[in-house]
């Protein structure tokens, strides 16, 4: 791979699925899949077309109960083009003989481009080349410019394009017992001479969806309508070694659309007046050159280079056209099927990062939370709570849509699915609300929506905690932590833990910083929030206490993961890596052999790690300091050798947070799991998920490892803080960043230095703070720090 190309030689079938995944094309209001465009979605090819927020919802029968499940859906593919010589065979890679195959990503210019060499016997060969985009200027548009050249041979090339609604949301193999039927009446028709169009609706979320296609090419068109097809035919004369092209370009609208009056009429205007593919190219990579100004991590070698891939995909799913659309953070990406495009907690993997580049695509991404805090509050409120509790798993109105029951594909048995019942979603929210304000400096957010949320999260959090008069703290029980395994006490008849470390901490976290805040907002504001919330002093004194008072369990001097967690028996990992190899999801192997991992000490992924993930030392002290207890520096070094020894890392988010972890602790590990985290995708490290969809969190999160993790970067308290840590293999990066209404605040660690660069403005000077000094940094100023070792 040359830097900055992402490149596959040669076809293989078993790999399809993934190179899809990776080749997504995308603009953050929608993405295509990379599929081939002569190709339908098969055992080996699925190309898909997601567009951010279009949600339907559909009932199935699973295991003679009917479930209800919230799709992202599968639109009308718009890339179908398929050809052969006339009389002959279309040709695909699976029926040809394919000669050379190629597929290139442009990371720089968002292009995507395949080269292919037909071989049709008797020395005759078809060289098929195709860029495609989806525009980064122009989020409605896409297009596929296709070159053919015949070699040793001229003739007659019959090609055929089309858009097509007879898909259906079947990409994901463990889901296909569910009805995955969402587009109805399909219609189709023709615009003009070069444009067909396609409109259809949504089964039962109504969304009406409008796709026109254009094609331009050296001969006339032929249309029919045959179906749910729109398809466009033309016959193209090959001269030997003359390269021949034809370009099709589209648009997608939906009613979800501002500023549109009917998707179809929108969609085949937009393509009506779409400029040439020269002219859409020139645009497009206008547009990629701003992102990458913007965002750019400057890390030399291969790690470099697979995280520009990762930021290429983080950009994709949301850049700033997200700022515009009511959208959360799919933990897929819009790359693929995998969790329906549902929203869990995976924004707090991204958001930090979004943060310090693009506050106005965090700050949307917060409001689309903000749209649903009142279904959270429902929520709550018919759990018997008060508060918001937001639902782990959200789609399009914020309801709860975490699966009731779930496939083990190792055993074939649908089990019930008690996920939903991690409420620490609600804390990651609020983490991400107070530092995306304090990245930006954005008080008028911090004041009102984000505190009508942060508010009430934290009273969400004071009503589930109980006082224990035995222990003479607070409880809150019959929850689930980041760790998955654990869903229940073993043998149990209720789902639930009690006393989640991660839960508690991050609770009473969020109680202060709702008690911060009150104390900072301005008068008008603050009786403003009273009389709409009916906060009061006794409800402030309450939450003073229990965030003081909140039980955090500790056995052999680690913290415990819940209350009992060190009663549960110890597993035999050799013995398990030995049968097993891989042994990842170690939930599923344990129940297909008829036992369950609620009765073993071994976690999924980072639970109480995640804490060090969240806070630097020096704030998860305060914190434990807070609730009356010393959090040394031995007792976390025990505590993380303790669980790493007991996680089967069956999330990619685990290597991520382990690798942070592991070198905040200057630990020699960590790069093992941070090339983890790097891995996860492009080698699809968990087993064959990537072809699914990408995994965003992860991805972003490896951004924000070098971004935060590894200079200890916090925007706390109205400073910036630094305190880098060495990690060998990582020792030289650097990156620019919006701080706070500064635009390309650089930071450059290299051989020991640190150097940091603030742009000239009319903007206020920025403090920084290290460990062993502070210094004022003023607009212009450059400021080159030695570092300790
Ligand atoms: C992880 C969750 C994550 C979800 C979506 C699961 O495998 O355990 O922490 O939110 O995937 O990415």
């Given at each position: 791979?040359?830097?900055?190309?992402?490149?596959?030689?040669?076809y293989?079938?078993?790999?399809?699925?993934?190179?899809?995944?990776?080749?997504?094309?995308?603009?953050?209001?929608?993405?295509?899949r990379?599929?081939?465009?002569?190709?339908?979605?098969?055992?080996?090819?699925y190309?898909?077309?997601?567009?951010?927020?279009?949600?339907?919802?559909?009932?199935?029968?699973v295991?003679?109960?009917?479930?209800?499940?919230?799709?992202?859906?599968?639109?009308?593919?718009?890339?179908?083009?398929?050809?052969?010589?006339?009389?002959?065979?279309?040709?695909?890679?699976?029926?040809?003989?394919?000669?050379?195959?190629?597929?290139?990503?442009?990371?720089?210019?968002?292009?995507?481009?395949?080269?292919?060499?037909?071989?049709?016997?008797?020395?005759?060969?078809?060289?098929?080349?195709?860029?495609?985009?989806?525009?980064?200027?122009?989020?409605?548009?896409g297009?596929?410019?296709?070159?053919?050249?015949?070699?040793?041979?001229?003739?007659?090339?019959?090609?055929?394009?089309?858009?097509?609604?007879?898909?259906?949301?079947?990409?994901?193999?463990?889901?296909?017992?569910?009805?995955?039927?969402?587009l109805?009446?399909?219609?189709?028709?023709?615009?003009?001479?070069?444009?067909?169009?396609?409109?259809?609706?949504?089964?039962?979320?109504?969304?009406?969806?409008?796709?026109?296609?254009?094609?331009?090419?050296?001969?006339?068109?032929?249309?029919?309508?045959?179906?749910?097809?729109?398809?466009?035919?033309v016959?193209?004369?090959?001269?030997?070694?003359?390269?021949v092209?034809?370009?099709?370009?589209?648009?997608?609208?939906?009613?979800?659309?501002?500023?549109?009056?009917?998707?179809?009429?929108?969609?085949?205007?937009?393509?009506?007046?779409?400029?040439?593919f020269?002219?859409?190219?020139?645009?497009?990579l206008?547009?990629?050159?701003?992102?990458?100004?913007?965002?750019?991590?400057?890390?030399?070698?291969?790690?470099?280079?697979?995280?520009?891939?990762?930021?290429?995909?983080?950009?994709?799913?949301?850049?700033?056209?997200?700022?515009?659309?009511?959208?959360?953070?799919?933990?897929?990406?819009?790359?693929?099927e995998?969790y329906?495009?549902?929203?869990?907690?995976?924004?707090?993997?991204?958001?930090p990062?979004?943060?310090?580049?693009?506050?106005?695509?965090s700050?949307?991404?917060?409001?689309?939370?903000?749209?649903?805090?009142e279904?959270?509050?429902?929520?709550?409120?018919?759990?018997?709570?008060?508060?918001?509790?937001?639902?782990?798993?959200?789609?399009?109105?914020?309801?709860?849509?975490?699966?009731?029951?779930?496939?083990?594909?190792?055993?074939?048995?649908?089990?019930?699915?008690?996920?939903?019942?991690?409420?620490?979603?609600?804390?990651?929210?609020?983490?991400?609300?107070?530092q995306?304000?304090?990245?930006s400096?954005?008080?008028?957010?911090?004041?009102?929506?984000?505190?009508?949320?942060?508010?009430?999260?934290?009273?969400?959090?004071?009503?589930?905690?109980?006082?224990?008069?035995?222990?003479?703290?607070?409880?809150?029980?019959?929850?689930?932590?980041?760790?998955?395994y654990?869903?229940a006490?073993?043998?149990?008849?209720?789902?639930?833990?009690?006393?989640?470390?991660?839960?508690?901490?991050?609770?009473?976290?969020?109680?202060s910083?709702?008690?911060?805040?009150?104390?900072?907002?301005?008068?008008?504001?603050?009786?403003?929030?009273?009389?709409?919330?009916?906060?009061?002093?006794?409800?402030l004194?309450?939450?003073?206490?229990?965030?003081?008072?909140?039980?955090?369990?500790?056995h052999?001097?680690?913290?415990?993961?819940?209350?009992?967690?060190?009663?549960?028996?110890?597993?035999?990992?050799?013995?398990?890596?030995?049968?097993?190899?891989?042994?990842?999801r170690?939930?599923?192997?344990?129940e297909?052999?008829?036992?369950?991992?609620?009765?073993?000490?071994?976690?999924?992924?980072?639970?109480?790690?995640?804490?060090?993930?969240?806070?630097?030392?020096?704030e998860?002290?305060?914190?434990?300091?807070?609730?009356?207890?010393?959090?040394?520096?031995?007792?976390?070094?025990?505590?993380?050798?303790?669980?790493?020894?007991?996680?089967?890392?069956?999330?990619?988010?685990?290597?991520?947070?382990?690798?942070?972890?592991?070198?905040?602790?200057?630990?020699?590990?960590a790069?093992?799991?941070?090339?983890?985290?790097?891995?996860?995708?492009?080698?699809?490290v968990?087993?064959?998920?990537?072809?699914?969809?990408?995994?965003?969190?992860?991805?972003?999160?490896?951004l924000?490892?070098?971004?935060?993790?590894?200079?200890?970067?916090?925007?706390?308290?109205?400073?910036?803080?630094?305190?880098?840590?060495?990690?060998?293999?990582?020792?030289?990066?650097?990156?620019?960043?919006r701080?706070?209404?500064?635009?390309?605040?650089?930071?450059?660690?290299?051989?020991?230095?640190?150097?940091?660069?603030?742009?000239?403005s009319?903007?206020s000077?920025?403090?920084?703070?290290?460990?062993?000094?502070?210094?004022r940094?003023?607009?212009?100023?450059?400021?080159?720090?030695?570092?300790?070792?």
């Amino acid at each position: 791979m040359t830097d900055g190309i992402w490149e596959y030689e040669g076809y293989d079938p078993v790999d399809e699925r993934l190179r899809e995944s990776l080749c997504t094309l995308g603009n953050g209001y929608f993405a295509t899949r990379g599929a081939l465009p002569e190709c339908t979605a098969d055992d080996v090819h699925y190309p898909g077309t997601y567009i951010a927020g279009c949600y339907n919802r559909l009932t199935s029968e699973v295991a003679g109960r009917q479930v209800e499940n919230e799709d992202m859906v599968n639109l009308p593919n718009w890339l179908p083009l398929r050809f052969r010589l006339d009389g002959g065979q279309w040709l695909t890679p699976d029926t040809a003989t394919v000669l050379d195959h190629r597929q290139l990503l442009h990371l720089a210019s968002g292009l995507l481009e395949r080269w292919t060499r037909y071989g049709l016997g008797e020395g005759r060969v078809l060289v098929v080349r195709q860029q495609r985009l989806a525009h980064m200027a122009d989020p409605h548009v896409g297009a596929l410019r296709t070159e053919f050249t015949a070699e040793g041979f001229s003739g007659e090339l019959q090609v055929e394009a089309a858009l097509d609604a007879g898909v259906t949301n079947s990409g994901v193999a463990r889901y296909r017992d569910l009805d995955g039927r969402h587009l109805i009446h399909v219609h189709t028709g023709t615009a003009t001479t070069d444009t067909v169009w396609l409109r259809c609706r949504t089964r039962t979320s109504d969304i009406r969806i409008g796709i026109a296609a254009r094609l331009t090419a050296d001969a006339p068109a032929t249309v029919r309508h045959e179906g749910r097809r729109a398809v466009q035919e033309v016959r193209l004369h090959l001269a030997e070694g003359r390269p021949v092209v034809i370009d099709k370009t589209v648009a997608l609208h939906t009613s979800r659309d501002p500023a549109i009056s009917d998707p179809l009429y929108a969609a085949t205007h937009r393509v009506g007046r779409a400029p040439g593919f020269d002219i859409l190219v020139d645009d497009h990579l206008t547009a990629w050159d701003q992102l990458w100004r913007r965002a750019d991590l400057d890390v030399p070698g291969e790690s470099g280079r697979v995280l520009r891939l990762h930021l290429f995909h983080v950009l994709q799913t949301l850049s700033p056209h997200t700022a515009d659309l009511d959208v959360g953070v799919p933990a897929r990406g819009l790359h693929g099927e995998a969790y329906r495009g549902h929203v869990f907690w995976d924004e707090l993997f991204v958001l930090p990062y979004l943060n310090l580049h693009f506050p106005e695509v965090s700050r949307a991404l917060l409001r689309y939370r903000h749209r649903r805090l009142e279904q959270a509050c429902t929520a709550a409120r018919d759990a018997g709570r008060r508060g918001a509790m937001f639902p782990w798993q959200s789609g399009s109105d914020g309801r709860e849509e975490t699966q009731q029951l779930h496939l083990n594909p190792r055993s074939g048995r649908w089990l019930p699915d008690h996920s939903r019942l991690q409420h620490h979603v609600g804390s990651a929210i609020a983490y991400n609300v107070w530092q995306y304000c304090e990245a930006s400096g954005d008080a008028e957010f911090l004041h009102t929506k984000g505190a009508e949320m942060l508010l009430q999260i934290a009273r969400f959090w004071a009503d589930a905690a109980v006082y224990d008069e035995g222990l003479r703290r607070h409880r809150i029980r019959g929850v689930v932590g980041p760790d998955e395994y654990h869903e229940a006490y073993p043998d149990a008849t209720r789902p639930g833990l009690d006393d989640n470390a991660y839960t508690n901490v991050t609770a009473s976290w969020v109680l202060s910083r709702a008690l911060e805040l009150v104390d900072l907002l301005p008068e008008p504001r603050r009786r403003e929030l009273v009389e709409r919330t009916g906060l009061d002093g006794g409800e402030l004194e309450q939450w003073e206490d229990i965030s003081r008072t909140l039980h955090v369990p500790f056995h052999e001097g680690v913290i415990s993961q819940f209350e009992g967690y060190g009663n549960l028996a110890e597993l035999d990992w050799e013995g398990y890596r030995e049968s097993y190899g891989d042994i990842r999801r170690l939930d599923r192997i344990l129940e297909a052999e008829g036992d369950s991992v609620n009765r073993y000490q071994a976690s999924k992924q980072a639970d109480v790690l995640m804490l060090g993930y969240l806070f630097s030392p020096a704030e998860l002290r305060g914190l434990f300091h807070r609730l009356g207890m010393r959090l040394d520096e031995d007792t976390w070094i025990r505590t993380v050798d303790y669980y790493l020894r007991r996680t089967s890392h069956g999330s990619t988010l685990s290597g991520l947070v382990h690798g942070w972890v592991l070198a905040r602790c200057r630990r020699s590990e960590a790069w093992k799991f941070c090339q983890e985290a790097l891995q996860g995708d492009i080698a699809d490290v968990q087993g064959g998920t990537t072809g699914e969809g990408i995994h965003l969190g992860a991805m972003a999160g490896t951004l924000d490892l070098v971004q935060r993790g590894l200079t200890g970067l916090e925007t706390r308290s109205g400073a910036l803080w630094l305190d880098p840590v060495p990690l060998p293999e990582l020792s030289s990066y650097g990156f620019a960043m919006r701080y706070q209404g500064h635009w390309g605040v650089g930071l450059r660690l290299q051989r020991g230095q640190m150097e940091i660069i603030v742009p000239s403005s009319e903007e206020s000077p920025i403090d920084v703070r290290l460990p062993d000094r502070a210094v004022r940094l003023e607009p212009g100023e450059t400021s080159r720090l030695a570092l300790l070792e």
